[in-house]
């Protein structure tokens, strides 16, 4: 009787093991394999929840890898030949896996860390190292190495570019990642060269602001010049207006009709003077001005 009952207990605990195994999910951005006794189960999964297999000893186990985008940075300093110096610059790149055939011999190549009794998950950046990272600091330091700083600086767009292209290549041929960007996102020139470009810079502003200088005297200059050449043409012209002031009065001086006529204005004058003096005026007048002979019994004025 005893050994019945414990023939059915065995049973029962099988019959229940085998109908309620341990429940197990796969998150967005993973994939998964089931592990056994015998080594994975044939067959990448993808994002889903499900139970295991029931099992009494050796249970199957979860194991999961991170496939989504992940952002990762790598900061390199770079001897530059051309310039015997060193250069450092950042490398940033997008990777996610896509292609299954690529992710399925990932299980068995890398280690997968336990998260509970039934699983366990392979490191992402496991993967990167072993497979990316290489790749990119020596496609980045051989590429670069063959420019000088001078022309890194002046066509670093181009040479991203460029870079990004190769790493690109590179990292989908051998390796299980797709990128979705690579390319520098920094770069530090070495401080001899920077510190000659602030003083390259210095000099041109100080250059800058002497020509400055120099254009605003030149303007001064030539605005005084023009105020001297036009105040001695106003000098020019108006002594030739009065020089022919002068000629016109030298003319009229030397005419006849002119002499006549101040010789008139005269004799007026000589009588107004007269009159005043009382006297009268002489009928005929002998001579010239200076003679002063009179005629027809009148007296001469008296000084006074």
């Known amino acids: 009787m ?3 009952v414990k023939i059915l207990t065995i049973g029962a605990m099988a019959l ?21 006794a015998n080594g994975y189960k044939e067959g990448v999964l993808n994002t889903s929840k499900f139970r295991l297999d029931a099992c009494l000893s050796q249970c199957d186990r979860l194991v999961t890898l991170n496939v989504g985008d992940s952002a990762k940075t790598e ?17 940033q790149t997008n990777l996610t896996i896509m292609d299954m055939k690529k992710v399925d011999p990932l299980f068995s190549r890398l280690p997968a860390k336990e998260l509970s009794g039934y ?12 497979y990316a990272r290489q790749i990119i600091l020596t496609e980045s330091r051989e590429y ?13 767009d181009k040479i991203n570019s460029e870079l ?20 520098i996102t920094n770069v530090e020139y070495p401080s001899i060269i920077t510190e000659a470009q602030e003083n390259a810079a210095r000099r041109r502003e100080e250059i800058a602001q002497e020509e400055a200088k120099l254009e605003v005297s030149r303007v001064t200059l030539e605005r005084e010049l023009s105020e001297a ?7 020019v012209e108006k002594a030739e207006a009065e020089a022919q002031t002068d000629r016109l009065r030298a003319a009229a001086a030397a005419n006849p009709t002119t002499l006549a006529l101040r010789k008139l204005e005269n004799e ?3 009588i107004e003077a007269w009159k005043a003096g009382g006297a009268q005026v002489p009928d005929t007048i002998v001579g010239n001005e200076s003679a002063n002979l009179f005629l027809g019994g009148h007296s001469q004025p008296k000084a006074k």
């Open 75 to 91: 900061a390199l300093e770079i001897f530059m030949p051309q310039d015997k110096l060193k250069m450092k610059i950042s490398v």
């Open 268 to 270: 007026r004058a000589w």
């Open 164 to 183: 990004r292209e190769r790493l690109t290549k590179k990292i989908q041929d051998s390796t299980p990642f797709q990128v979705r960007y690579a390319g």
């Open 16 to 36: 229940a093991l085998t109908a309620c195994g341990e429940r197990v999910e796969i998150g967005p951005g993973e994939v998964g394999k089931i592990s056994g």
């Open 229 to 235: 050449q036009l105040q001695r043409r106003i000098d």
């Open 144 to 156: 670069l190495s063959q420019f000088t700083i001078a022309e890194v600086a002046s066509s670093l």
């Open 119 to 130: 699983t366990s998950q392979i490191d992402r950046d496991a993967v990167y190292t072993m």
């Open 2 to 4: 005893k050994q019945l």
